[in-house]
């Protein structure tokens, strides 16, 4: 069993940054794929960015070019660098890993785009 454990939010002006951090209680070094979700007061939760083992990143049209996935192994941790943000990126932020068949989630950080 992993247990995952999101950092990073908090209140930015838009135009800002926050790196997400999503620290695993455990080894994720066999993962199928990360991902960041996110869910925004009213709507449903979307997928944000992934990556997939192999490397290969993708990410939603309303992100490209402002935010980038990626990961340390090593300590366990997939992060978020957001940039560029804007009130439409304030949602809670999901840290999703799948590994051996699993599925695990994090407890969700809030991220607030505002002036």
């Known amino acids: 069993q992993v247990q995952l454990v999101e950092s990073g939010g908090g209140l930015v002006q838009p135009g800002g940054s926050l790196r997400l951090s999503c620290a695993a209680s455990g080894s994720i070094l066999r993962f199928s794929a990360m991902a960041w979700y996110r869910q925004a007061p009213g709507k449903q939760r979307e997928l944000v960015a992934t990556i997939i083992s192999g490397g290969s990143k993708n990410y939603a049209d309303s992100v490209k070019g402002r935010f980038a996935i990626s990961s340390d192994i090593a300590k366990n941790t997939v992060y978020l660098q957001m940039n560029s943000l804007n009130p439409e990126d304030t949602a809670v932020y999901y840290c999703?890993?799948?590994?051996?068949?699993?599925?695990?989630w994090g407890q969700g950080t809030q991220v607030t785009v505002s002036s």
């Open positions: 999703n890993i799948k590994q051996y068949g699993n599925s695990y």
